[in-house]
């Protein structure tokens, strides 16, 4: 029997983290595409040879062709699908690179497929070259690749996939030629085709030795899957299993003991969702609440809405629907359509913003500023106001609250729908819905023949309801001065600790910049080095000349330093000491002192003392962060955040600190 599933699409898969796509059927075997081509070359990352077993039967198949890191005898494997456009897969670079520092080859695995999304315009021919990539470089110029696409998601195109082409040790005349004729298209298809028959719903969508974990998830549940998987796979060897074998053992076993669980998530579990003063559809007295977390540019919220109107059609009265705004960061024209939806509220009230609801979805993919224009003088509101209202975005902090409500309750993905705070992710279909619609009913009715008012019944059914846990603390340890921006009085401190030739170190700069934007008088930021030093040859001499700048300049020197090494780091040599000297020279630093100071290793001690913080308070990977109050030295506890996360996780952590400390 295959994986039990519902249609489950969603722009961004939510509490997975994932930008989704629709589920397909599972079958029991899986009729694998032809290989298309040899594996790459060998080189210092590439997995051991074959021993002739072949992987293409397991339950999870893997071609002796897919881009590979880590020992083809290693205790676990990871089978990745993903979309090099996806945002969240992005997500998961990071929490894959991290994964690559801290796990040997012998121990992991990791093996990648592409599954470009019919919605990512780039995702496709982005997965065309990186294969060119693997098949003229190896697999050391794939992860190469890999790692600038997702680190540069935003540059997509032929200029930069050639550039990276480049960086990655490859011909650019030949990677030209291969993708004029798309010699490696099919490897790319086949992949797609896989994951469909896999029942891979999204992207990133991963297999730890056969074990489904869909989405970007934090690193500790992929930390808890290989943890647990590496102890049962030394289980297997005692027992006499082959080392070439393990994989495919492990993948038979872990994929069956899956095939009787619905793939998605915790229905059961009570939210506490408050509705707040949102958009309502129905009575105030409707015995069952739904609320919906959506955005106007998701293909998938659209798909649902159907679905929707069929619930309102089958219970009436009994049923309303709460809408919350949850834009998309990767839907430019959502956020717009959301301001031109609460605008038509303030105008015509909850039947102005419904209305508008409706026509924004059935305008849907056309949501440019002529359409809005046509939506807004369809509906008789002002388009003057209309106009400020979406210039000025008029209504952001209403938005911002319901994506923070959002971010709380791990609805971070669109369409997401709380019925009676029983969670349902994506476009699913009305059978989901009528399932637990008429669970609730029953005991609302329950409550209403007690002795409970019908307007109180939503209240009832989640005053128990589950609230979100706070916000993760660390302890760290400081000494000594450290590089500054912001107003050294400001309430709340962030440490940084960061490395100068991490991609998402880089990522992390511009919300930084935005947080401080955003509190220019009450937040500060502190800079610690922290080079991942065995996956980033160049960021220990960056981050000693780092220290130099900031001796010799200070705070001004330092940023100045740290802006221009970010600035090139994606370049072929953009951290080459030659360059980081150019750099300095520019700024107006003693290049004598500097040189004496990279011979000698002379700030390495400062750096040493920063990476053994970090370490000492359990950090594995760049970059992270430190949120608090209080002086930021000695032993220090404070909120942490871990990777380039989005600007409403530092909002969150930074309000809770001005909030204890006004």
Request: charged fraction near 25%; charge should be negative.
């Amino acid at each position: 029997m295959g994986f039990k599933r519902t249609f489950a699409g969603f722009c961004a898969a939510a509490a997975l983290l994932a930008c989704g796509g629709a589920a397909q059927p599972a079958t029991d075997v899986v009729s694998l595409p032809s290989q298309t081509r040899g594996a790459g070359g060998d080189d210092s990352i590439a997995f051991a040879p074959s021993t002739g077993k072949d992987e293409q039967t397991a339950a999870v198949p893997i071609l002796h062709s897919d881009p590979t890191w880590g020992a083809r005898t290693a205790l676990v494997t990871i089978v990745e699908f993903a979309d090099f456009q996806c945002p969240y897969c992005a997500k998961a670079a990071d929490t894959i690179e991290h994964l690559r520092k801290e796990y040997s080859q012998h121990d992991l695995r990791l093996v990648y497929k592409h599954e470009p999304l019919p919605f990512h315009p780039e995702a496709k021919p982005c997965a065309e070259a990186a294969e060119t990539v693997h098949a003229l470089g190896g697999n050391a110029a794939f992860w190469t690749f890999y790692d600038l696409a997702f680190h540069d998601q935003r540059n997509l195109g032929m200029p930069s996939y050639e550039a990276w082409a480049q960086q990655s040790g490859v011909s650019v005349g030949a990677f030209r030629d291969a993708m004029r004729s798309h010699r490696f298209e099919s490897k790319v298809d086949d992949d797609n085709d896989l994951a469909k028959l896999l029942g891979v719903s999204g992207a990133p969508g991963f297999f730890v030795n056969g074990i489904r974990i869909a989405g970007a998830q934090p690193i500790e549940k992929f930390r808890a899957a290989i943890d647990a998987e590496l102890a049962a796979s030394k289980e297997k060897l005692a027992k006499g299993v082959a080392a070439e074998d393990l994989y495919m053992v492990a993948a038979k076993e872990n994929y069956r003991k899956e095939e009787d669980q619905d793939d998605e998530p915790d229905s059961k579990t009570v939210w506490k969702v408050a509705l707040g003063t949102s958009a309502q559809l129905g009575s105030k007295t409707a015995l069952v609440t739904i609320v919906e977390f959506s955005d106007f540019q998701c293909p998938y919220c659209k798909r649902v809405q159907p679905t929707l109107q069929q619930v309102k059609s089958a219970y009436g009265a009994d049923v309303r629907l709460v809408f919350k705004h949850m834009p998309l960061p990767f839907h430019p024209r959502a956020e717009p359509a959301a301001e031109l939806a609460l605008e038509a509220r303030a105008e015509k009230g909850d039947t102005g913003f419904w209305s508008a609801h409706d026509k924004l979805f059935d305008a849907q993919p056309k949501l440019e500023d002529a359409d809005l224009d046509r939506v807004a003088t369809e509906l008789h509101l002002d388009l003057a106001k209309v106009h400020a209202a979406i210039t000025a975005k008029k209504y952001a902090a209403t938005i911002q609250t319901d994506q923070d409500q959002g971010d709380d309750i791990q609805a971070n993905g669109t369409p997401h729908f709380f019925i009676d705070g029983r969670r349902v992710v994506g476009a699913v279909g009305f059978d989901k819905f009528k399932t637990i619609i008429d669970e609730e009913l029953v005991k609302a009715r329950a409550l209403v023949a007690a002795g409970t008012k019908p307007e109180n019944v939503y209240d009832e059914l989640t005053k128990n309801g589950q609230t979100p846990p706070p916000p993760a603390q660390k302890t760290i340890v400081l000494s000594g001065a450290a590089a500054m921006k912001g107003v050294a009085s400001a309430q709340v401190t962030i440490v940084e600790l960061s490395d100068f030739q991490c991609p998402f170190c880089k990522r992390a700069e511009d919300t930084l910049a935005d947080v401080l934007k955003a509190y220019p008088t009450k937040v500060k930021l502190v800079w610690r080095h922290f080079p991942l030093r065995t996956m980033h040859a160049q960021a220990e001499l960056a981050a000693e000349a780092g220290v130099e700048a900031f001796k010799q300049k200070g705070n001004d020197g330092f940023w100045k330093l740290h802006d221009a090494l970010y600035a090139h780091q994606s370049d072929p040599d953009g951290l080459e000491r030659a360059q980081i000297e150019g750099y300095a020279q520019k700024i107006g630093l003693d290049m004598s002192k500097l040189r004496t100071a990279l011979d000698t290793g002379h700030n390495a001690g400062v750096v040493d003392a920063d990476v053994k913080s970090g370490e000492d308070a359990g950090l594995t990977g760049a970059p992270a962060f430190f949120i608090g109050t209080g002086a930021a030295t000695g032993s220090w506890t404070a909120y942490y955040i871990s990777g380039a996360q989005p600007l409403a996780k530092f909002r969150k952590v930074i309000d809770l600190s001005l909030g204890a400390h006004p």
